[in-house]
């Protein structure tokens, strides 16, 4: 297990579950930590076919400063035929995703361990509810 701090709002723990890589996001992700968020999220969907799952119910607060590196890390696995799970139980997450216009883009989920066993190629809308 790998624990970076972004800066001292944000931290990030990164550890292996079988073939995918599960990153734990804790704190703010915000203009601050964007650009150090994005360096660690480029260094994990560098691989073909990355397998990621981005635990953001940890996170205190993000803005749409916050969701550019998680819809770069989204782009990146896509062009390389991989696969972006994103795990939040909280409704001011939702909000900030359906306000920008992103919550069809990405597979989310309320918990880990459905992030982890949902099988590939699920109806992302009903992912979603």
């Not at 990030?12 to 968020?37: H, K, N, Q, S």
């Not at 990621?52 to 035929?81: E, K, Q, W, Y």
């Not at 909000?95 to 699920?122: C, N, Q, T, Y």
């Amino acid at each position: 297990m790998v624990e970076t701090f972004i800066r001292s709002e944000c931290r990030l723990r990164e550890r292996a579950v079988g073939g995918t890589t599960v990153v734990e996001l804790y704190g703010e992700i915000d203009i601050l930590a964007a650009p150090f968020l994005t360096a660690c999220l480029d260094d994990l969907t560098a691989a073909v076919h990355p397998d990621l799952v981005v635990d953001l119910r940890a996170v205190s607060f993000i803005d749409c400063a916050g969701l550019t590196p998680l819809c770069r890390a989204r782009n990146r696995i896509m062009r390389r035929h991989g696969r972006l799970r994103l795990v939040s139980a909280g409704d001011r997450f939702l909000r900030v995703m359906s306000g920008a216009g992103l919550s069809d883009f990405f597979e989310i989920h309320d918990r880990l361990p459905e992030a982890l066993a949902v099988a590939p190629g699920r109806d992302l809308c009903s992912a979603a509810s």
